[in-house]
């Protein structure tokens, strides 16, 4: 698989079979992905992979308190901006309301916010999930470096025939991520990417692109 077709065949899966992920390809992938660009070198991602029975009770812990509607834990950075502008705010709403419409979740269903949270972390069925953090001195440019690094690791994913779903979701837990993984205070939780085999049968959801135009302007 060339990088144009791992590009466009990547998406976010949310339909994962259970079909285990070998430890072999992961290190792979990982290893390879070292070579992602960072400020400096600093390299500040910190990654932890969880699979197996850690993530069966990852997954228990943090979906009883998704259905037992548990708010979530106290967010230490925003998902989006409070007052996001209307362009913004209407791909938004548009890509929302597709994604859980196609998972059998309507939005005018009043039970919707639990659903999707369930959903999400069940991991969409993932056998195993990366859990990314970063030191918390860190500033906004290594945030910058750590979205380089993930997008380095899902496009290979594709190349091993795996797909992914990164997931901001799982902040809303981060004290039970935390507690599974061990990971220090001085690390601060930046998303999950959850990753296996694509279930089959199940309808596959492409999230349209704007135009090149609204977003690209070349000079000269």
Excluded at 192 to 207: A, D, H, I, L, N
């Amino acid at each position: 698989m060339d990088v144009y077709e791992a590009v466009d065949s990547r998406r976010s899966v949310r339909a994962f079979s259970d079909e285990p992920v070998p430890r072999e390809v992961l290190v792979r992938v990982l290893t390879a992905a070292t070579r992602a660009p960072s400020s400096g070198n600093l390299q500040p991602w910190r990654l932890y992979v969880v699979t197996g029975e850690p993530l069966a009770e990852l997954k228990q812990r943090a979906t009883a308190r998704a259905l037992a509607g548990d708010p979530g834990d106290d967010r230490e950075y925003p998902m989006y901006p409070a007052d996001l502008a209307p362009v913004y705010r209407e791909r938004f709403s548009a890509a929302a309301g597709r994604r859980y419409r196609a998972l059998g979740i309507e939005r005018d269903d009043p039970a919707r916010p639990m659903k999707v949270a369930a959903l999400n972390t069940q991991g969409f069925g993932a056998p195993a999930v990366l859990f990314c953090y970063l030191d918390r001195t860190m500033e906004a440019g290594q945030w910058g470096d750590a979205g380089m690094y993930l997008q380095t690791v899902m496009l290979l994913l594709r190349a091993e025939g795996l797909h992914s779903c990164p997931q901001v979701m799982w902040t809303m837990y981060r004290r039970t991520v935390g507690r599974i993984v061990g990971a220090g205070d001085e690390l601060l939780l930046y998303c999950g990417v959850s990753v296996g085999f694509e279930k089959e049968g199940v309808p596959r959801m492409r999230t349209g692109r704007v135009e090149l135009g609204e977003t690209v302007s070349f000079i000269g």
